[in-house]
């Protein structure tokens, strides 16, 4: 496993993960906010009670994980990401950008956890001879691999990082009800049951509790305090902590690539999720045993590129069509509202841009032909953002500084 904090440092690592996805870039790019969100889900019922939990682990008491948060991560844990994706239907449904972002921040979650925690398994099990418990160990081994890798991965102290530490405010995000009527309903298709609202509510507002608390306590929280150097020794340095990560990481950007590829038509479809659920197999997010060897993981990763090259292409010529095509043409009418419908289009760095940054949750992604989208914006009301959104986040209220 892996803490929060080290969670959501790996998502902004994707961003310039020059392996990924063009579609799970700009998911990441327009719907930061549902990406954090994703990989936040599986530990958010952790934060239950959490003035309770602060006082407890001041006074040397550990407080025992929420069953929902066992439920999370035992419980189904693939079947109810899947479903997060394939919500595409009804009133309340989210648009397939907004869906990807939100898939990707989860199983990049259950990727690390699944890689992570053989190694901080028997890291435990080591810690027990000395007459912690072995949640004790748990958190403090995750938090010290957190608080050490941070600068390693940003190049700034944890404690100093206020963008890593706003992001655990997720309290006052524009349409939360929404989203979490969607996750709720993943998990009810998954595991037959859901939590109330009122409970991620309390769980959000936990989280965004232990944020303030923890940025100037993170030390003497979650398992108790030890000198830094002994802790990079004993659980960095001398178990390869790096080379885990780095692994970690790898299989984080091969899963966020298995799903945007079944986005490539426009939206996911059925025979898109049967191939997702052939290739996602479920599995612990706390299992003790490695799921396949890091060569496997490198080499999905290199035919996945090579794909992505000829997705690419196919882009770009059909870009070099339609200019051709629209030579000597006077441009298309500008629509009400002053804004016309964007093309998705690759450009010379692989990117993919052109949405307008005040469209909704992702817009409707229509197929073409030869397998290259357009996004064509304002047309799919059922899955459009409310209005008063941030137009660079529409999970971010307008006025609120960026994260």
Not at 162 to 185: C, K
Not at 190 to 206: D, F, I, K, M, V
Not at 231 to 247: G, M
Request: charged letters at 25%; hydrophobic letters at 35%.
């Amino acid at each position: 496993m892996a803490h929060l904090l080290l969670h959501q440092t790996c998502v902004r690592l994707l961003e310039g993960e020059d392996n990924l996805h063009p579609l799970a870039q700009e998911a990441l790019k327009r719907r930061r906010a549902l990406a954090f969100l994703g990989c936040t889900l599986p530990d958010l019922p952790n934060f239950h009670g959490l003035p309770a939990q602060l006082l407890g682990t001041l006074m040397g008491r550990d407080t025992d994980p929420n069953p929902w948060a066992a439920r999370f991560h035992h419980d189904k844990p693939m079947a109810f990401g899947l479903e997060l994706v394939r919500r595409r239907d009804g009133d309340r449904a989210l648009g397939p950008l907004a869906r990807l972002a939100l898939g990707m921040g989860y199983f990049s979650h259950a990727a690390l956890d699944t890689a992570l925690h053989p190694l901080t398994h028997r890291l435990c099990n080591k810690e027990s001879h000395n007459g912690d418990s072995p949640l004790r160990s748990h958190r403090r081994i995750e938090k010290y691999q957190a608080i050490l890798m941070h600068p390693r991965l940003t190049g700034v102290q944890l404690a100093q990082d206020g963008f890593a530490w706003a992001n655990l405010d997720l309290t006052d995000a524009a349409d939360l009800e929404r989203v979490l009527d969607v996750v709720n309903q993943a998990s009810q298709a998954s595991r037959g049951e859901a939590p109330a609202t009122p409970e991620w509510h309390g769980w959000l507002a936990g989280l965004r509790q232990y944020a303030q608390w923890a940025r100037r306590r993170l030390p003497q929280a979650e398992g108790g305090s030890m000198d830094l150097e002994t802790a990079r020794a004993r659980y960095v340095t001398e178990p390869k902590y790096e080379d885990a990560l780095l692994a970690a990481q790898t299989r984080a950007v091969a899963w966020c690539n298995r799903l945007a590829l079944a986005f490539e038509g426009g939206d996911v479809k059925d025979g898109d999720l049967k191939l997702l659920g052939n290739t996602f197999k479920e599995v612990d997010l706390d299992t003790d045993s490695d799921l396949c060897a890091d060569h496997a993981l490198a080499l999905e990763v290199a035919h996945q590129r090579d794909h992505i090259h000829v997705w690419l292409e196919r882009a770009r010529a059909h870009n070099r069509a339609d200019h051709s095509a629209m030579a000597g043409r006077p441009p298309p009418p500008i629509p009400v509202g002053g804004q016309r419908d964007g093309e998705l289009h690759a450009d010379h760095d692989g990117i993919m841009d052109g949405e307008p940054d005040g469209a909704p949750f992702g817009g409707q992604l229509d197929a073409k032909p030869d397998g290259f989208q357009e996004l064509h914006v304002g047309q799919d009301s059922a899955q459009g953002g409310p209005d008063g959104t941030d137009e660079d986040d529409p999970l971010r209220p307008k006025g609120r500084a960026p994260r």
